[in-house]
């Protein structure tokens, strides 16, 4: 029975998202192989079976062989499918996106920043996973603590107001974003740590939790 | 390249959701094949490449051939994927809820409704399926029209606040609701068309949009 079947081509397909100059972007990567050699894609590659542990272990392993990344943050979105997605036959890939600070990509892996509301004309069905990825980031992150994950492990209140400002569109009140964070206990100070980036020294906070946390209403 | 990659095995797995008595329930399946032969278990099967058009529809067929099922709502829910999931092997299983009325199960198909809260020692990954389904559940049912595909597509304004009754898990004042819900302007009564299951008729209703609409806030 298992032995009759068309087996499909099993992918994954990362979508780094990293925060620059106040507004999402996805790195895109030059692919260096046919299908579509050349263009820019999102990164993506075989899940290997005799290799990975899972889809997860999978999409880990080619952001870091491909783009030299390691997330801070990688989550699954959704699966796409069908006969007509891919050149080589019928597949199936696992989308997952992935948040970073962009000053942790790598300079040297033909990575390219691009606004993710403006990422368009990609090849395969990657156009349709973008616009899933920024529906889901428009849905989930002013309610959880995702956008920390756009920031280093170490963090200034300052730095996280500013990634929320990106995601709500709209300035916050400093002090009325402080007592909020405050009360959704996700983030605590570093004793003794202070970041040097600004003309005042700044307590440097990082959060509780390792994963994402999610709230009941939004920042 | 491709020929040398050993292909894991594509499956899907469908969680059959119901509203009865007033709570959630999956109906599980008996198994007619190995593995795991006459164990209760999600809807599942293969992603046919010559015969599925995506895995939504692979989900949809698996769901009308064993199951007799044809819902009212299918909804991606994750994919789950590894070597330990399936002892057939490597395997990665979209999984998907889906939604209709109870009445409209079959009989004949060795179905058995199970509470959502209590289906355990289940085969392969389901109970983690399960887990992550009811998860997701609680998360998004208060917030969009999902627990209207708990009905069937005419529905009274009473059988609808009972559903969202049950996600909430109190109960909910009725003249407010009917305010809450009109202010949503997600249903629309269908011109003279009332309900006889009651001792006096009442106005049937219907969703404004075919797909899922998600709210700001909860009812």
Request: glycine share 6%.
């Amino acid at each position: 029975m298992i032995e009759d079947l068309i087996r499909p081509i099993l992918t994954v397909d990362v979508i780094p998202l990293v925060l620059k100059d106040g507004c999402m972007h996805v790195a895109l990567q030059r692919r260096d192989k046919a299908p579509y050699a050349n263009e820019m894609a999102l990164v993506g590659g075989y899940v290997r079976a005799d290799e990975d542990e899972s889809a997860t272990a999978a999409a880990l392993r080619v952001l870091r062989e491909k783009a030299g990344i390691t997330p801070r943050l990688l989550e699954q979105l959704m699966t796409f499918s069908g006969a007509g997605r891919d050149p080589r036959g019928w597949s199936a890939s696992i989308a997952y996106y992935a948040l970073q600070p962009a000053e942790s990509l790598p300079t040297d892996r033909n990575l390219m920043l691009t606004p993710l509301d403006q990422a368009r004309g990609l090849p395969f069905d990657h156009d349709a996973i973008l616009a899933k990825a920024a529906d889901r980031w428009r849905r989930r992150a002013a309610y959880s603590t995702l956008p920390a994950f756009l920031l280093p492990p170490h963090f200034t209140l300052s730095a996280l107001r500013a990634a929320y400002e990106s995601v709500l569109g709209r300035a916050l009140n400093d002090s009325a974003f402080r007592r909020k964070i405050d009360e959704l206990r996700v983030i605590q100070p570093i004793a003794g740590a202070s970041s040097k980036a600004t003309a005042r020294p700044a307590q440097l906070y990082r959060l509780s939790h390792d994963g994402v946390t999610e709230f009941d209403r939004t920042l």
